[in-house]
């Protein structure tokens, strides 16, 4: 009763927002929510007892799939043109491999569509952000405060759990357990996860000239650093402080001393955290199981180096000679899990508009705001992104992919929309300078004529 309540609710902000503001900002407020909180599973189809990864072992249809129906439907053909044709290729040798191989089953075409998902996010995402170039201010303002909302919602979870009134999880550190909270993404490293993909979106709504996305943006930014160190993971700590770094050293428009300032409070304020994690890495070097896994997992690779085991067919395989994986653990690294189960020549495809949006990043550097903006936020969070996958595998499971695919999708167009996008701070001030002077211009030239 409860899930009908919540897609009841869900539907009707959808079209309030819609009616409100537009098909695109309704499409990504029901998108960035479906994937960034917690998802109901509305219909499955077909039974499966095999043990999977990154999707689920029979066919479903939860409803961060369905936001993605509903954005496409709002905008079909910009959602299609904003797929990039290395997709398309992927997409089609994946469907050749898996009918040529005959492992068609439940679970492994639970996986091709997994992967078919995510790439519809990334189209959708490019449509929204195109569709946003019409907006100006407003669109930074429907963009900033459901993120902020967001990261509020999960905060607001992470104090109960705190507080023991919800389950939290905990960590050991020697002698010392600490509680970990996970807000409503199910596990701490999932939550650190999601709060290093908002903070990608929010960084940069910091330069908006609209200052309700701007403060909005700025404490989403803080609130889910916050909630990344309290989740006390490893890999997403480091990655969010890697990306907050580069932010302040490489951002736009942001004061010398600020530069100085900013990182140097914040580490101060993180290191009780730090201490923490470094205690953690001193007791667990080597990440429990994860050498084991790593073997297992270079054996397949080696051995179906070309076309992979198949998506979502990793556990299934390999669970035949590692008892870890027959339980359900696979390899801790999202590139060397994506190749097992694609191969050599899939996981190239579907690479190649990930290093073609690095390239433009590069580029887009240079630019004006707001293309400038995106470039840097997108290139400050690819240490951290590369971090996160070759640590984890989490990035490739159920709806973390398919909001990673959402967040470099929509950096990646806002960065083509460049100076036709809505105005960052700094565009805002120099206009603001040059309708000054103008207006003192205009000033004294009927003063002249009066006298």
Known sequence: MSSIIVLGVATLTFFIVWHRVGGAA?????????????????????????????????????????????????????????????????????????????????????????????????????????????????????????????????????????????????????SIELARVSGSAGHSGNLGKVMFLLIVLLLPLTRSVDKVARRSAIVGVIVAAVLTGLSFSRANTVAVLTLAALWMVLGPGIRMANRILVPLIGLI???????????????????????????SALKQISETFWFGVGPNNYLETVGKFDPLAAGGLPVHSAFLLSLAELGIICAVLVAMPFVLLAARSFSNARRGEPARAYAIAALAAAPGMILIAATSWGILRDQY???????????????????????????????????????????????????
């Open 401 to 451: 992919l398919v909001m990673l695919f959402f967040v470099l999708g929509y950096v990646s167009t806002a960065q083509r929309a460049g100076g036709a996008s809505a105005p960052m701070l700094d565009t805002y001030r120099l206009t603001r300078t040059e309708s000054t002077r103008e207006n003192h211009a205009r000033a004294a030239t009927a003063s002249i004529a009066r006298s």
């Open 26 to 174: 309704a499409s990504f407020v029901a998108v960035i929510a479906a994937c960034a909180l917690s998802t109901i599973e509305l219909l499955s189809v077909g039974s499966s007892t095999a043990i999977t990864a990154i999707a689920p072992a029979a066919i479903t249809f939860s409803t961060y799939q369905l936001a993605l129906v509903a954005g496409f439907l709002t905008l079909p053909r910009q959602t299609l043109r904003n797929i990039s044709l290395w997709f398309w290729l992927f997409l089609l040798f994946v469907i050749v491999f898996v009918i040529v191989q005959g492992i068609v089953s439940p679970h492994t075409v639970s996986g091709v569509l997994h992967w078919l998902w995510a790439i519809l996010a990334w189209g959708l995402a490019g449509a929204i952000a195109e569709a946003r170039v019409r907006d100006h201010v407003l669109g930074d303002r429907w963009v900033a405060v459901p993120l902020a909302c967001i990261v509020g919602w999960h905060a607001v979870l992470a104090a109960l759990q705190l507080m023991g009134l919800r389950g939290v999880s905990s960590i050991g550190v020697g």
């Open 269 to 295: 304020v993180a290191l009780p955290v730090i201490d923490v994690l470094l205690l953690r890495n001193e007791y667990d070097p080597e990440g429990g199981s994860r050498p084991l896994l790593l073997a």
